[in-house]
């Protein structure tokens, strides 16, 4: 078949059909295309290797337990950074949440219709402000306002604890837990939508239907219903505050130390490397700053990974489009 | 005569009205033997053997799930776009093997055009773009032919006076009648010999379908058309000849009157009579 | 039930304080927008002008100045992305939604969503191995590969989920027109779900807009005009990073300037989302 000749041939041709090469590059370029996120996958884990080689080799695991980071000898440990990113993460997850699944319920339970759309895209505004902006106002707004009007209080009453004792600084660890509160809001609060959305209705009418006041059929139908798939959204939750750079960068105070204070300054394995990466000097300086992020990416992967199995598992047979 | 042989019934003179027959009527288009098609383990159509007359119109009848739209399917291969469909057994067409190991599926699917249960013509196409499409991806480039085409095609398809003033008006505008005529049209545009229609009225109040069935009337001068119908009183009035599936069987085949007023099988009889549970 | 009247009492009270409370999280939750809106104004109108727009910062100590640079320069390197990001995810998703076998989809799709939740440090980190090292240099091009990284899953989830909306209806009729496969999904498919695709690539750059941890060390940042995107190249958020760290009060001014202009191009882009989709959403569904 020639391509002069009129479409309507409808002669079928002998053997593979030589205009049907299209079909097939169209279908490897798809398939290439798919297959990037597997490259991609690939690509991180390597590049993150190759990149801290050195430092894997010099420190082996005491890496990860030593609290010495120290350039100018060349020698690092990363405690200080984890412990910086796991507790104001855990901060931040204290905070963000209550207020997430409140604010779910309200969106899928109580709310009155009319309010529920403009609510939704409020909270998807909040999540499109960029992390920098957050760290602006952190600094600027955020901090200051804690400095006088919050932690002074919170030393008063509870200040008996070691973690509201010492210094305010504004900046430091509950600082930056709470900017990171704000930042994991709005995924929280979707992903805890979505799974109460997927709470069958018929476990609601049936509480209902024993005389149940609403809030009792928030909590027996739904959220024991939904129990594991609110626990997936926390999860989810604390792989994004795991990761989060910028905001927290700005406001946690950047000293690599492990204090009992929440209001001590702090630090946390992305802020290190968005500090320091461009100065770091030596190669095994580098390779260290390169680990920490390898410390990092594989912390959220195996976080992201509970967490999606653990939202599936609930919202799947909801959610499954017929293909 | 197999496939490799010089082109048949190939390139139509563009300048001709309509398409010279396939095959002359009467003949056999589709030589249908043995047809077994599964869906993994579930045998939807069992062992049916046919000859489907060419320039006839050819209904096929029975209850929900006999097969009757699944037999429809093989006879484009659009069953094969179902995960896990296979058939056994052969099916001619002007003598040509479609399901040969060297035949492409596309070259079928020109041959044997289909339209479905409910219209759906390209929701981003204009009406005469709907038309057209079949043509212009196979490489047809030329103006006026395609002005032609487009023409003929709507007129085969009676839609061409009530829409000829606004061509550029997207195919989704028209009532559904009008849309299921568009898309009556967009088939016969590539000209193909055979058109295949699954329950094309289901969807259409009376009046549209009459005039989808007065169509038929005459499209079957000029093509092999085969009607899937769930409506008996439908295929006793479009159809020259009728097969009754029940089951996955091929039950009774032959000309429409006989079928209707003398079946020779007792659960034709009794489906055509409305005795069916 | 001698009880019932009390107990009834207690109840409803009880569902009474727990609507409360929910009516709070749900202030709590919106509030810090309003907040950050409303410093964003009051802290960037006054900064904002045509020089802001047009020049280029100025040195320390000099007032004046602008972004001009890290605007166009943000442009740019979202251009750079969406070279990337667009293709491969796009392509990407036509697999997923045409081609793939359940296991193979179920995996990368698996894969795309962990990818999503990888901090975009590490973005960051992976564009300088295979970019800054080897050309010897921060570069735009680096930057636009990072930003591509972290595009490429969002576009691909975005466009899969859309076309699968397509009714199966088209894709039979266009293929027992005689179309080829590719045809039927170029030319039919594609075009039918085009307002869901654009939704998806513009979320995608949304989401990459006002990203700046995995700018630091690829684009680095640039004083001046770029003009070759193998050179160092400036961004608005890197630009508000490093104004918003400083100690100058002219530069503190010109940070929440840059954030309100980020702000605005960033929700501007998200309500083209939500325009789009509730198109999208009403066409599908009729």
């Not at chain 1, 479409?7 to 279908?27: G, K, M, Q, Y």
């Not at chain 2, 390209?122 to 991806?137: H, M, Y």
């Not at chain 3, 735009?140 to 076309?163: H, W």
Request: some cysteine.
């Amino acid at each position: 078949m020639s391509s002069q000749i009129a479409p309507v041939e409808v002669t079928p041709s002998a053997a593979p059909n030589p205009r049907r090469w299209p079909d097939r590059l169209f279908h490897a370029l798809t398939l290439a295309g798919a297959l990037a996120i597997v490259v991609l996958i690939l690509l991180v884990g390597w590049e993150l290797y190759r990149g801290s080689k050195l430092a894997l080799h010099e420190f082996g695991w005491k890496f990860l337990v030593s609290t010495d980071w120290d350039p100018v000898n060349d020698q690092f440990g990363a405690l200080p950074f984890i412990f910086g990113t796991f507790v104001s993460s855990l901060i931040a997850l204290l905070i963000a949440v209550p207020l997430s699944i409140g604010t779910a319920i309200y969106l899928t339970d109580l709310a009155p219709v009319w309010l529920r759309q403009p609510l939704t895209s409020v909270i998807e505004m909040l999540a499109a402000v960029p992390s920098v902006i957050w760290g602006l106002w952190g600094i600027f707004v955020l901090v200051p306002w804690l400095r006088v009007s919050i932690y002074p209080v919170l030393q008063k009453w509870l200040g008996f604890l070691p973690l509201f004792k010492g210094p305010i600084y504004g900046i430091g660890m509950l600082t930056g837990g709470i900017i990171v509160a704000i930042m994991i809001l709005p995924i929280v609060t979707s992903v805890s939508r979505e799974v109460l959305r997927s709470v069958p209705n018929l476990q609601r009418e049936a509480a209902y239907g024993l005389g149940a006041t609403r809030w009792e059929v928030t909590r027996i139908a739904v959220l024991s219903y939904a129990r594991r798939g609110l626990f997936g959204a926390a999860v989810l939750g604390l792989g994004r505050a795991l990761g989060e750079t910028m905001a927290v960068t700005m406001v946690i105070g950047n000293t690599p130390q492990i204090a009992a204070s929440l209001f001590a300054p702090a630090y946390s394995l992305a802020s290190v490397i968005a500090n320091e990466f461009n100065e770091a000097t030596t190669q095994l300086y580098r390779h260290a700053l390169v680990e920490l992020g390898l410390v990092l990416l594989g912390v959220t992967i195996l976080i992201n990974i509970i967490a999606l199995v653990l939202v599936r598992a609930i919202t799947s047979a909801e959610t499954r489009r017929v293909a | 005569m197999t496939l490799n042989e010089p082109p048949k019934s190939t390139v139509l003179p563009p300048s001709a009205p309509t398409p010279p027959p396939a095959a002359p009527a009467g003949e056999v288009a589709f030589d249908v033997r043995n047809l077994s098609v599964f869906y993994g383990a579930n045998e939807a159509v069992k062992n049916a053997s046919l000859q489907i007359s060419a320039r006839r119109v050819t209904a096929i009848i029975g209850p929900s799930g006999c097969g009757k739209s699944t037999f429809l399917r093989t006879l484009n291969r659009m069953h094969e776009l179902t995960p896990g469909a296979r058939h056994t057994g052969t099916i001619r067409l002007s003598g040509d093997d479609l399901y040969a190991r060297e035949i492409d599926p596309i070259v079928v699917r020109r041959r044997v055009g289909m339209v479905f249960q409910k219209s759906n013509p390209f929701p981003t196409l204009s009406i005469a773009e709907n038309v057209l499409v079949g043509l212009r991806l196979n490489g047809l480039r030329d103006g006026t032919l395609l002005r032609q085409r487009l023409e003929e095609s709507l007129h085969m398809a009676a839609l061409w006076d009530e829409v000829k003033d606004h061509l550029s008006r997207p195919g989704i505008s028209l009532s559904g009648g009008q849309q299921q005529r568009l898309c009556i049209a967009r088939a016969l545009a590539v000209r193909p010999e055979v058109l295949l229609m699954d329950e094309p009225c289901s969807a259409l109040d009376p009046l549209a379908t009459a005039k989808i069935e007065e169509l038929i009337q005459t499209l079957r001068d000029q093509f092999t058309v085969i009607i899937v119908t769930h409506n008996m009183q439908q295929a006793a009035r479009v159809s020259d000849q009728t097969a009754f599936f029940y089951m996955g069987q091929l039950v009774e085949f032959g000309d429409t009157r006989n079928v209707f007023m003398n079946p020779t099988n007792p659960q034709t009889e009794a489906y055509v009579s409305g005795r069916f549970g | 039930m001698n009880s019932s009247g009390s107990n009834h009492l207690v109840r409803r009270t009880k569902n009474r304080v727990m609507n409360v409370l929910f009516v709070a999280c749900a202030i709590l939750v919106v509030s810090p927008l309003g907040f950050v809106l409303f410093d964003l104004f009051r802290q960037g109108l006054a900064a904002i002008n045509w020089t802001f727009f047009t020049a280029l910062p100025k040195p320390v100590g000099q007032l004046g100045g602008g972004m001009g640079n890290a605007i166009v320069g943000t442009f740019e390197l979202l251009g750079l992305a969406s070279l990337i990001g667009v293709p491969v995810g796009v392509l990407g998703g036509i697999y997923l939604a045409e081609y793939g076998s359940d296991r193979f989809n179920a995996w990368i799709r698996f894969g795309a969503d962990v990818l999503n939740g990888t901090p975009s440090i590490v973005w960051g980190m992976v564009a300088y191995g295979v970019a800054v090292l080897p050309m010897k240099g921060f570069s735009a091009y680096a930057g636009g590969l990072a930003l591509g990284f972290i595009m490429t899953p969002i576009v691909l989830r975005t466009t899969e989920e859309v076309l699968v909306l397509v009714p199966r209806s088209y894709r039979e009729a266009a293929l027992a027109l005689g179309l080829q496969r590719w045809q039927m999904i170029a030319r039919i498919v594609l075009p039918t779900a085009m307002k869901g695709v654009v939704t998806g690539v513009l979320l995608a750059i949304g989401r990459v807009a006002g990203e700046t941890a995995p700018l630091l060390f690829t684009a680095f940042g640039n004083n001046y005009w770029n003009h070759h995107l193998t050179e160092p190249i400036a961004a608005l958020p890197l630009q508000i990073f490093y104004y918003g760290i400083s100690p100058y009060d002219d530069w503190h001014r010109q940070a929440w300037a840059g954030a309100l202009v980020l702000v605005l191009l960033v929700l501007l882009l998200s309500a083209g989302v939500r325009l789009l989709s509730a198109d999208w959403k009403k066409r599908g569904s009729s």
